[in-house]
């Protein structure tokens, strides 16, 4: 029998970009030089499977996220969702259905949502265009449910995002990743702006949603403890190369590369 296709397929991958350099360069006077900030990186994430990215800040790891969410063009190689190939696309072309299967949520919970709107208007929002067939009704009832199935109330749907505490509105943000029932969430470093205690919360509602979604992630961090907590597999990125890779067992039981090692040794030991 023939394996089932991962959700996710990344083949080569790399992005590229032009940059000033000189100490004339804020002037306009400087030169010019191609930086690689990932450079032909290859991985596969099964479906409702989990594999983190681990790596210091400046490694490429948001860039390569933001290049499977088709939001950073890239320069060579493939991406792929399920059978199709979504690097084909220009940024801002992918379809809907494609988009609806890779959300993402953001570092910053309070940058990533409108001061201006409601947590229903945000919510409300990605519904609008991915079901428009949805009464106003059923987009209120699925708004509920939404904000229920991670932690909140009913109640919070009428509260503006200045009205909730940090861990609260990364709540909210991943309720909204959830509204078009994705296949694929690109977790972009989710808890690093939270409390110790409250990103365990965080870790354990993303571990709950994924049981009962089957959505996979793809979990960006440069928290070596929150990966191994999480992930079925584990990538270690260094200078836009994926330098290890392996279960988290191996990669933190028996790590090969030096920088992993490092990385590992910098981990606050209680």
Known sequence: MRAPSPILRVENVSVKFLRRTGTRKFFGFGGKEIFTAVNRVSFEIPAGKTVGLVGESGCGKSTLGRAILRLQSIDSGKIFCGNDEISRFP????????????????????????????????????????????????????????????????????????????????????ARALAVKPELIVCDEPVSALDVSVQAQIIDLLKKIQA???????????????????????????????????????????????????????????
């Open 91 to 174: 940024t801002a072309r992918m379809p809907l259905p494609l988009r609806r299967k890779i959300q993402m949520i953001f570092q910053n919970p309070y940058a990533s949502l409108n001061p201006r709107q409601t947590v229903s208007n945000v919510l409300s929002e990605p519904l609008e265009i991915h079901f428009p067939e949805m009464t106003a009704r059923e987009r209120e009832d699925e708004i509920v449910a939404l904000l229920e199935q991670v932690g909140l109330n009913a109640a919070h749907r009428l509260r503006y995002p200045h009205e909730f505490s940090g861990g609260q509105r990364q709540r909210i943000a991943i």
């Open 212 to 270: 009962q979604t089957g959505v996979a992630y793809l979990f960006v961090a440069h928290d070596l403890a929150v990966v191994e907590d999480l992930s079925d597999y584990v990538l270690v990125m260094r200078s836009g190369e994926i330098i290890e890779r392996g279960t988290p067992e191996e990669v933190y039981g028996s790590p090969q590369s030096d920088y992993t090692k490092t990385l590992l040794a910098a981990v606050p030991r209680l």
